[in-house]
């Protein structure tokens, strides 16, 4: 899972000096297989394994219980986990599956030949699934004079199938006399019958259309399903704010949120969070009459996954109003071990709603819409949704989520020439990535860089997201949640844009316009440069 490989053994010990790690291997090992080390102070340790060491000696391969020694790039601790990632017999069998031009997997061939002097041989095959293929000589069977037909020689012929998915299973010759023919069209029939019984298979094997009749049946069904069943909110849409520490979180209450996001991807440039820091942003929240929500990462390996499931199961889980993630295998267990309701991040891309129903029989009990839904496509699903909707109307959106680090590689130790690539949970990583960063691109537009704290790179849209003006509209949609994204900000910037969206929103609509446009002048100075609408006006689909 979350292709971390195979565990083949821990770390017994580490030699600074020589940069060798002692492993006690529960698995066989070779060189050319890949490594990876989960290192207990978080992170990880990758490579290939290119020299090993047993009893000093070098080998090429080492067996399971043997304690060999391995070059390792970063540090790691006893008791560390090691998993192969590569298996390099493995690749080389499976690249001989597609390079070797003969098939591995053969079926076997029931073959009946019958002869008779005056006749054309004929050719039957049969496969275990009763498909058949037949075909005859052109010329006739003649009497031998030297080298009749026998078992043994037509066992030989006809087992020389070359690159088809079979092989002679069983022989039934039914020779009558000393017969013969010429072994050019002997071959000839074996293919002809061959091909024939392959046309068969794929014939037989095809699925059955779906009669058109039925097919507009089903599809009538599927878009005849209620869907009444929300409808426009009776009341404003809730102002929910995602940040990613306890300074931000007191900013939104004392803003005037009426839900936190708490958590999320704990950015490196952010305090670590710990289960104190839930339990205090669950008693401010709750002091201050506001909704607390838990949000976890997108992306979780299993031992985060693990440790984020302890966490719900914990006392600390009493104090969560619900639980939002973008992560399906996180939904799947939270609802079998807790009873928090739970929200579906934007990364799940609920587009329409077939999306939405699958997510409630999930037991999804509200959902964010895609953010790549143009106004109007909210417009039109919101109201029919089977469980609340959540929209994003401020911050910037991730573009893009990598293993690979830039800052890292580009900025650690001993890489100013760029040629050393780190990646998650490199132990020789300087820590760069605690600082601001970010990519410019040709035109010289910067899209932040952010990294969290198993290392991955998350990198933004250089524009922040606006609809502070666009309000009325959003809220005329029918969503009961809309969301200023903020996991990434300081508590200044979400008390003075949480300040502005719901001055904005407490606003009269005759005074709106007005008063949203000061507001939006206001938030400039949080996003150099400029603001984006993103696919609310400028959908990515029809």
């Keep these: 899972p979350n292709n971390r490989g195979v565990r083949i053994g821990r770390i017994k010990g580490f030699n600074r000096q020589s940069q060798l790690a002692e492993v006690i291997l529960e698995s066989p090992l070779r060189v050319g297989d890949g490594i990876e080390v989960w290192v207990s102070d978080g992170g990880?340790?990758?490579?290939?394994?290119?020299?090993?060491?047993?009893?000093?000696?070098?080998?090429?391969?080492?067996?399971?219980?043997?304690?060999?020694?391995?070059?390792?790039?970063?540090?790691?601790?006893?008791?560390?986990?090691?998993?192969k990632t590569h298996d390099a017999d493995l690749m080389e069998m499976a690249r001989a599956s597609f390079t070797s031009p003969k098939?591995?997997?053969?079926?076997?061939?029931?073959?009946?030949?019958?002869?008779?002097?005056?006749?054309?041989?004929?050719?039957q095959v049969m496969d275990s699934e009763g498909y058949t293929g037949e075909a005859t000589t052109k010329s006739l069977a003649a009497e031998a004079v030297h080298r009749p037909l026998t078992a043994a020689y037509l066992e030989k012929q006809l087992d020389r199938m070359g690159n088809t998915p079979f092989k002679l299973g069983s022989l039934a010759c039914r020779l009558e006399g000393q017969v013969m023919?010429?072994?050019?069209?002997?071959?000839?029939?074996?293919?002809?019958?061959?091909?024939?019984?392959?046309?068969?298979?794929?014939?037989g094997h095809k699925p059955p259309a779906v009669p058109e009749e039925i097919f507009n049946q089903r599809l009538s069904q599927a878009l005849s399903k209620d869907k009444t069943t929300a409808g426009i909110p009776a009341t404003p849409p809730v102002l929910s704010v995602a940040v990613g520490d306890l300074a931000s979180l007191r900013a939104a209450v004392k803003a005037g949120a009426g839900e936190v996001q708490f958590g999320g991807e704990q950015f490196r440039s952010k305090p670590r969070l710990n289960s104190k820091d839930i339990l205090s942003g669950s008693d401010i929240c709750r002091q201050a009459g506001v909704r607390f929500i838990l949000t976890s990462p997108r992306i979780m390996h299993e031992q985060e996954l693990a440790d984020f499931c302890r966490l719900l199961e914990s006392p600390l889980a009493e104090g969560l109003d619900g639980l939002l993630t973008g992560n399906l295998g996180l939904i799947k267990v939270a609802r079998e071990i807790t009873g928090i309701p739970v929200f579906a991040d934007f990364s799940i891309h609920v587009f329409n709603h077939a999306a939405a129903d699958f997510l409630q029989l999930f037991g999804v009990k509200r959902l964010t819409l895609s953010p790549e839904l143009t106004l109007e496509q909210v417009r039109r699903l919101a109201p029919l949704l089977p469980v609340p909707a959540e929209a994003i109307v401020h911050g910037a959106l991730p573009l893009m989520v990598?293993?690979?680090?830039?800052?890292?590689?580009?900025?650690?130790?001993?890489?100013?020439?760029?040629?050393?690539?780190?990646?998650?949970?490199?132990?020789?990583?300087?820590?760069?990535?605690?600082?601001?960063?970010?990519?410019?691109?040709?035109?010289?537009?910067?899209?932040?860089?952010?990294?969290?704290?198993?290392?991955?790179?998350?990198?933004?849209?250089?524009?922040d997201l606006c609809m502070i003006d666009d309000l009325s509209a959003i809220t005329g949609a029918g969503v009961a949640v809309v969301r200023i994204e903020a996991g990434r900000q300081s508590a200044e910037y979400v008390s003075?844009?949480?300040?502005?969206?719901?001055?904005?929103?407490?606003?009269?609509?005759?005074?709106?316009?007005?008063?949203?446009?000061?507001?939006k002048d206001s938030l400039l100075k949080y996003s150099e440069a400029g603001f984006t609408k993103g696919h609310y006006y400028r959908g990515v689909i029809n």
């Design 103 to 123: 098939e591995l997997k053969k079926i076997p061939l029931a073959i009946t030949v019958e002869a008779k002097a005056g006749e054309p041989l004929r050719l």
């Design 496 to 519: 003075d844009v949480v300040r502005a969206y719901h001055t904005a929103l407490g606003t009269p609509e005759r005074q709106r316009e007005e008063t949203t446009s000061r507001l």
């Design 402 to 463: 990598s293993a690979y680090c830039a800052p890292g590689s580009l900025l650690g130790p001993g890489t100013n020439s760029g040629s050393e690539t780190l990646h998650a949970g490199d132990r020789s990583c300087a820590g760069s990535c605690r600082r601001a960063y970010g990519l410019k691109d040709r035109k010289g537009v910067v899209f932040p860089v952010e990294t969290d704290r198993s290392c991955r790179m998350h990198i933004f849209n250089s524009r």
């Design 181 to 203: 023919v010429p072994v050019s069209e002997l071959n000839e029939a074996r293919r002809e019958a061959l091909a024939q019984l392959e046309a068969r298979r794929a014939a």
């Design 44 to 83: 990880r340790a990758v490579g290939k394994v290119n020299r090993i060491l047993l009893k000093g000696k070098p080998v090429e391969r080492a067996p399971a219980k043997a304690v060999v020694q391995l070059a390792i790039n970063g540090r790691v601790f006893p008791g560390d986990r090691v998993f």
